[in-house]
């Protein structure tokens, strides 16, 4: 099948996400009636945001550059190869991100001639990677100053429960890593500023961490 045949080009959008849930909640904590209680827990709120999602496409290339005119290699290779017929496309690895793998036996580089290449039966974007889940949550003290002038003091905490979430496993058959998710989420999206993306401290996927703030509300 040639490289760029309409047909086995066909399939999920890289970003086709299907399933998506996210919500929040903001509570006022509710304080003792007077005395001294009162000031040292009073005025205290809680905001906490929670997301879920499906996994993206993972589309699984052979990483040579097998078509003339296409310098492409790697990861972005466009040559998908064929799959192998009763091979499980998924194995499991504990020893490996996410205790799963993609199964390298089940797929094979297309046999073709130099002068044919070949593209390979297994479609794009045919396999789906990891999915995402995080909870953060917020704690925050309001002071009032004056009428108008409010401190408040808060304390932000992102993926509190630490939950692991994993990037894209490497996509191209001829890495040593094939199959495997080498990086956190959050890392995957790139890292700001001149090199593009979005910087992982303030994206889904990290680790646990924690930031304090104090604001001034006039």
């Not at 979430?165 to 500023?193: E, I």
């Amino acid at each position: 099948m040639p490289l760029g045949d309409s047909p086995s080009e066909r399939g999920s959008s890289d970003y086709d996400i299907r399933h998506t849930f996210s919500g929040a909640v903001s509570y006022n904590i509710p304080a003792p009636s007077g005395g001294i209680w009162k000031s040292v827990f009073g005025n205290w709120s809680t905001d906490s945001i929670i997301y879920a999602r499906t996994a993206p496409p993972v589309n699984v290339v052979t990483g040579l550059n097998a078509f003339p005119g296409v310098s492409l290699s790697g990861a972005n290779s466009v040559q998908r190869p064929d799959l192998v017929s009763g091979e499980p496309l998924w194995i499991a690895d504990p020893n490996v991100a996410g205790g799963k793998r993609i199964n390298p036996a089940a797929f094979v580089i297309p046999s073709s001639g130099p002068a044919t290449p070949r593209q390979g039966d297994l479609g794009r974007n045919a396999l789906r990677g990891f999915g995402a889940t995080q909870v953060d949550l917020t704690l925050r003290r309001q002071f009032k100053l004056r009428e108008r002038l409010s401190l408040q003091a808060r304390a932000d905490f992102f993926n509190i429960f630490n939950h692991p979430n994993f990037g894209p496993p490497t996509n191209y058959l001829n890495s040593p890593l094939f199959g495997q998710s080498t990086q956190m989420l959050g890392a995957t999206l790139g890292s700001g500023g001149q090199n593009g993306g979005l910087n992982p401290l303030y994206q889904i996927g990290g680790p646990r961490s924690a930031q304090l703030a104090l604001k001034l509300l006039f």
